[in-house]
């Protein structure tokens, strides 16, 4: 199975960009989203396909996807950005959606 | 507005089963659309479970679920099921539906999770 790869922990200032990576083989041909999960709640789409915004995200989430690493960055970080977040990607062997572990976002 | 409402907590003992439903309101089932099952343990990921097209009735699961996961649906009232047998402590976890817009696309939105506890 595809298997997704999250640091545990990033930790960033206020105001400052915070990136977060997923690494796969060859993960920049697949499609990925992210999402974001605050303590006690259901997880939230931030980013789909790659690099698409739902409505009402803010424009300081942004995506990239390329080569073996994915990249959800965060601009202008705010405390209301701490949680937890998770990458997903289809895995067209398997017609499953594998999540990554997860990155614990912490704004210092 | 497109929402997902889950099935209330439950509690099972070992071995038992556990059948958690998921209503779907501001949106039609159709071919396009599929139902995902995700839960998280305590302090855990989330981990991916399942599919259903509720159009179709045609299911996908991971592997290490097959033979376990049972996921059904009834148009007639927008709801999904996912039940789950032989049920033991590690399977205690939050359970999530999500709507996913062609298999492949992302999962938006979420149900609000039921927590099922598995405990003698």
């Known amino acids: 199975s595809y298997v997704l790869t999250q640091p545990p922990s990033v930790s960033v200032a206020p105001g400052k960009t915070a990136r977060i990576t997923c690494g796969g083989n060859n993960i920049g041909i697949k499609s990925i989203h992210w999402y974001q999960q605050k303590p006690g709640q259901a997880p939230v789409l931030v980013i789909y396909?790659?690099?698409d915004r739902p409505s009402g995200i803010p424009e300081r989430f942004s995506g990239s996807n390329s080569g073996n690493t994915a990249t959800l960055t965060i601009s202008r970080v705010e405390a209301g950005d701490e949680a937890d977040y998770y990458c997903q990607v289809w895995d067209s062997s398997s017609d499953h959606p594998p999540f990554g572990g997860g990155t614990k976002l912490t704004v210092l | 507005q497109v929402q997902l409402v889950q099935s209330g907590a439950e509690v099972k003992k070992p071995g038992a089963s556990v059948k958690v439903s998921c209503e779907a309101s501001?949106?039609?089932?159709?071919?396009?659309?599929?139902m995902h099952w995700v839960r998280q343990a305590p302090g855990q990921g989330l981990e991916w479970m399942g599919w259903i097209n509720p159009y179709s009735g045609d299911t996908n699961s991971a592997q290490k679920f097959q033979g376990r996961l049972t996921m059904t649906r009834d148009p007639s009232i927008s709801t999904v099921y996912m039940e789950l047998s032989r049920l033991r402590s590690d399977d205690t976890a939050v359970y999530y539906c999500?709507?996913?817009?062609?298999?492949?696309?992302?999962?938006?939105?979420w149900g609000q999770g039921t927590l099922v506890t598995v405990s003698s």
């Open positions: 396909y790659d690099s």
């Open positions: 999500a709507r996913v817009e062609s298999v492949a696309g992302p999962s938006d939105p």
């Open positions: 501001g949106f039609t089932f159709n071919a396009a659309y599929y």
